[in-house]
T-cell receptor
Framework: QKEVEQNSGPLSVPEGAIASLNCTYSDRGSQSFFWYRQYSGKSPELIMSIYSNGDKEDGRFTAQLNKASQYVSLLIRDSQPSDSATYLCASLDSGNTPLVFGKGTRLSVIA | DTGVSQDPRHKITKRGQNVTFRCDPISEHNRLYWYRQTLGQGPEFLTYFQNEAQLEKSRLLSDRFSAERPKGSFSTLEIQRTEQGDSAMYLC???????????FGNGTRLTVT
């Protein structure tokens, strides 16, 4: 069974610090990886996608992928209180199987 | 592009009643997905459609659940004889194809009393 594992948190960081969110996946066939942000009571919002080993930067967000270690991470620089949310990691293989989600990590940015 | 639209936003029903939810995907998105999410969990896959064809159903989808996408546009998810354990957020998502980004609607929160 394909699984995506995340530490449920909460992860607390002070405002302005770097928040580091981690995710591991079990299926070596996974090709694409996504980070979704979910505010309480709201639906998931796609914030980053990554397909190749290495880093991908978008504003204050950097996604990192290491397929050999089956590890994905999301760094949030200059964390803001508005970044406080649950961050969901998801993986997709190259076939027709649907997106598989982790349970999410709750991030709290303290002002 | 108005995004994925779901209706209703909230539904409260009594155990044993039937409920139906609707999802309108992003225009021209061929793939439509249904997920369920309970508190503290990530979204769990239920089923998905490629146009009007239902291609996969999770074992989470008991025989009380049925989904349709009759014309390859909007989709409905019906739950018959609801149980308290059905209380959850039901999320619909769509994508252009199997390689495209998947975007979620605002969800329908179901409470079974």
């Amino acid at each position: 069974q394909k699984e995506v594992e995340q530490n449920s948190g909460p992860l607390s960081v002070p405002e302005g610090a770097i928040a580091s969110l981690n995710c591991t996946y079990s299926d070596r066939g996974s090709q694409s990886f996504f980070w979704y942000r979910q505010y309480s009571g709201k639906s998931p919002e796609l914030i980053m996608s990554i397909y190749s080993n290495g880093d991908k930067e978008d504003g204050r967000f950097t996604a990192q992928l290491n397929k050999a270690s089956q590890y994905v991470s999301l760094l949030i620089r200059d964390s803001q209180p508005s970044d406080s949310a649950t961050y969901l990691c998801a993986s997709l293989d190259s076939g027709n199987t649907p997106l598989v989600f982790g349970k999410g990590t709750r991030l709290s940015v303290i002002a | 592009d108005t995004g994925v639209s779901q209706d209703p936003r909230h539904k409260i029903t009594k155990r044993g009643q039937n409920v139906t939810f609707r999802c309108d995907p992003i225009s021209e998105h061929n793939r439509l997905y249904w997920y369920r999410q309970t508190l503290g969990q990530g979204p769990e896959f239920l089923t998905y459609f490629q146009n009007e064809a239902q291609l996969e159903k999770s074992r989470l989808l008991s025989d009380r659940f049925s989904a349709e996408r009759p014309k390859g546009s909007f989709s409905t998810l019906e739950i018959q004889r609801t149980e308290q354990g059905d209380s959850a957020m039901y999320l619909c998502a769509s994508s252009l194809d199997n390689r495209s980004l998947i975007h979620f609607g605002n969800g329908t929160r179901l409470t079974v009393t």
